[in-house]
């Protein structure tokens, strides 16, 4: 009897699925190669694609090249002179900031999330109050939480003042006013917001490891510590993967925290690629659109290894 063709099979899911199939592929793939296409393109408006029209406007690598010869976008001198005898190298700029957050942010969220998951499986009482009380910044929105820290941060009445007012007089909080430091005061706020949520990721990684796996350690003598290192860990690669991946594209698109609580100052000390996008998308579209590509490009660099990582496990 001749088997039927797996193409026929569940017919009744793939039409359920199939609007939304629709759906990626005519807005977040088409959306894509639109943008891709058009970011060598000298456009000024929004278009619609027409071979003739992308043909006309071709100009090449030159919004790229303009991009990175942009100092707003990024201006990395290789050496510069701080004071009388001290050397520093230093970048600039919306791509140099995000790359700051990015890191920071992914590995202390990351860092956090696991801790404190660590904690809460330790079966203590009151768990459901702690999780929900761990989880609740994550429940707001980003302009919310950027202009809760922005009153926080603010030197003339927040906490600075306050300090200052019980008698501290020296003492100095201005990172939303110091360039040197705000986009650490960004990353303090983005942590705040999203570690919650890490930790609830992690948490339930942990509850899915076998019992008899804490008990055969107990037994064998090994310490907790080195138990949640060397084997529970590993065990949660995963959870771990998918973690990183979500916090990583959160970070590298991070727009309404960095416009609600600094809006990029100051100056444009803590500007980012999707204000610098957001603020050129009318003035200079083809800039704009290329600024988009590099964005893409950078989470490809991210996602594609993974991708193939986690394929060719599965093929072996």
């Known amino acids: 009897m001749d ?11 793939k039409f359920a699925a199939l609007p939304m199939m629709l759906i990626v592929l005519v807005v977040f793939v088409g959306g894509t190669l639109w943008t891709v296409l058009f970011s060598f393109t000298n456009i000024k408006i929004v278009p619609i694609f027409s071979p003739k029209e992308w043909i006309d406007g071709f100009v090449g690598f030159a919004n ?6 942009t ?3 990024m201006n990395c001198p290789i050496i510069t002179h701080i004071g009388q005898s001290d050397w520093k190298a230093s970048c600039t700029g919306a791509l140099p900031n995000v790359a700051t957050y990015a890191v920071l942010s992914v590995t202390l969220s990351i860092g956090l999330g696991f801790l404190l998951a660590v904690m809460m499986d330790q079966k203590i009482r009151a768990e459901g109050v702690f999780r929900t009380i761990y989880l609740y910044p994550f429940a707001l929105s980003f302009i919310v939480t950027g202009h809760v820290w922005a009153w926080i941060m603010s030197p003339e009445y927040g906490l600075q003042h306050a300090i200052r007012e019980m008698g501290w007089t020296s003492f100095t909080f ?9 986009m650490y005061a960004i990353v303090i706020a983005g942590i705040w917001q999203g570690t919650g949520f890490v930790m609830a990721l992690m948490l339930a990684g942990l509850r899915g490891i076998d019992e008899d796996i804490w008990k055969a350690a107990r037994v064998d003598g090994i310490p907790a510590w080195r138990t949640y290192i060397q084997i529970v860990l590993p065990m949660m690669r995963p959870v771990m993967v998918t973690t990183f991946v979500i916090v990583a594209a959160g970070a590298v698109r991070v727009y309404d925290l960095v416009v609600a609580l600094t809006d990029g100052g100051p100056g444009i000390a803590s500007d980012v690629p999707t204000r610098y996008v957001y603020q050129n998308f009318s003035a200079n579209l083809g800039q704009s659109l290329a600024a988009s590509t590099v964005m893409l490009a950078t989470m490809a660099v991210v996602l594609i290894p993974w991708i193939r990582m986690e394929f060719s496990k599965k093929r072996t």
């Open 64 to 69: 790229y090249t303009r991009l990175f010869n």
């Open 174 to 182: 201005d990172w939303i006013a110091d360039r040197q430091m705000v």
């Open 3 to 13: 088997r039927p063709n797996p193409l026929f099979r569940n017919l009744n899911s």
């Open 71 to 73: 100092d707003r976008w």
